[in-house]
């Protein structure tokens, strides 16, 4: 997700879930959609299944250790 997601948009996304705005979580998955379909439509399935906490790990920050 790191090399597929910007850092802004992560942030964007966390946001969102933090806020419980799924609209909000919808627009920047549809905006993802076209830069890497895959990522987007899994983020989505973990979305519609109320998977929060597995999306919040997956778009938490890189600790800087991991940071390539």
Known sequence: VHTSVSAD???RMRQALEQGDM???EAQLA???P????VA???QHLANDFEFDALQQLLADLPPEATP
């Open 35 to 38: 830069q890497d379909s895959s």
């Open 31 to 33: 905006e993802l959609l």
């Open 41 to 43: 439509k899994g983020l």
């Open 9 to 11: 948009m992560r942030r």
């Open 23 to 25: 609209a909000s979580m």
